[in-house]
């Protein structure tokens, strides 16, 4: 859209839109006004966070990102805050490692009493609440800071998470 011209257009009838001074202001206003509809044209693309460029730090601030990675990355770790329902099963958090790079298994420690298998691993009665997450790393990981903040934020309020990695 050429703003000079509409703002020309505005002008009343006894100004000269080409006289030289008041046409480089016009031209200079117009510019300006074109260059804002044209950034806030952009800017409509921004409401999507797998292609947002100048709003992606605005969207990780929202969703609490502080992921040092690559720009494919933070936008797919915000794509995937976007879509997430939440939840408090092993699967959603594998689901939400998975988004941040890693594989994970979660393993959870049940009390020993006298009916389990003697095959099955001893714990103290504290440890059924704590969650053991064997993380193993691919090539497009996370931080490992970045990883278990994300983890510990949506954990079970009456879980405590162990990291082990291989």
């Known amino acids: 859209m ?3 011209h509409i703002l020309s257009l505005l002008l009343p009838s006894p100004y000269d839109a080409t006289a ?9 206003e117009g510019n300006a006004l074109d260059a804002a509809s044209s950034s806030a044209d952009s800017l409509l693309s921004e409401c999507d966070p797998r292609i947002a460029t100048q709003l992606l730090s605005d969207w990780e601030r929202v969703f609490g990102n502080s992921i040092s990675a690559s720009v494919d990355q933070r936008r797919a770790y915000v794509a995937g805050r976007v879509a997430e329902t939440g939840g408090q099963s092993k699967t959603y958090f594998t689901d939400v490692a998975r988004n941040m790079g ?4 979660i393993d959870e420690f049940i009390p020993c009493n006298i009916m389990h298998d003697v095959m099955y691993p001893l714990c103290l009665e504290e440890f059924r609440f704590v969650w053991r997450i064997n993380a193993h790393a691919t090539a497009t990981a996370a931080w490992v800071n970045d990883f ?3 983890m ?3 954990s079970p309020a009456h879980t405590k998470l162990i990291f082990t990695y291989q």
Request: hydrophobic share 45%; proline share 0%; charged share 25%.
């Open 2 to 4: 050429n703003h000079t």
């Open 20 to 28: 030289r001074i008041l046409s480089a202001e016009l031209n200079a």
């Open 102 to 105: 890693y594989v994970i298994t």
């Open 148 to 150: 278990e903040a994300a």
């Open 152 to 154: 510990l934020k949506d």
